[in-house]
């Protein structure tokens, strides 16, 4: 019975260096798998912060498109206007084209009465 111990505390102290190799070789990959992922992580965040500046510049366009929309929708108002006849004749259809048409490119509000 003697004999025995020395074999099993040798076979026993084997086992548990062979378990120790397995843990330290785990514990490397791991490490290696968390400076991976720490480095994804920073590209993530780099990616992220400049999807966030877009979005930031396209509500800034969108806000100021805001502000400029009544301006822009009462020059298209000013620019297009009926044609307002006094009577049926060349002259008075002529006049009221020359109106609109200095109205489009002057930006002008044309007057009925010329």
């Known amino acids: 019975m003697l004999n025995f111990l020395p074999k099993a505390s040798i ?4 086992l548990l260096i062979i378990i120790c190799a397995f843990f330290i070789a785990q514990n ?4 290696k798998e968390l400076e991976n992922l720490k ?3 920073i590209s993530t965040n780099l990616a992220l912060e400049f ?3 877009a979005l930031q510049n396209k509500a800034l366009d969108l806000e100021s498109y805001k502000a400029k929309k009544p301006k ?3 020059k298209i108002i000013t620019k297009y206007q009926k044609i307002y006849l006094q009577d049926d004749t ?5 006049n009221s084209a020359k109106r609109l048409l200095n109205a489009f490119y002057n930006n002008n ?5 010329n």
Do not use: G, R
Not at 11 to 14: G, K, P, Q, T
Not at 28 to 31: E, I, Q, S
């Open 51 to 53: 999807q966030n500046k």
């Open 39 to 41: 480095t994804n992580l």
């Open 109 to 113: 509000t044309p007057s009925p009465s």
């Open 90 to 94: 060349c002259e008075s259809e002529l």
């Open 72 to 74: 822009v929708e009462e």
């Open 28 to 31: 490397h990959l791991l490490k």
């Open 11 to 14: 076979a026993l102290n084997m």
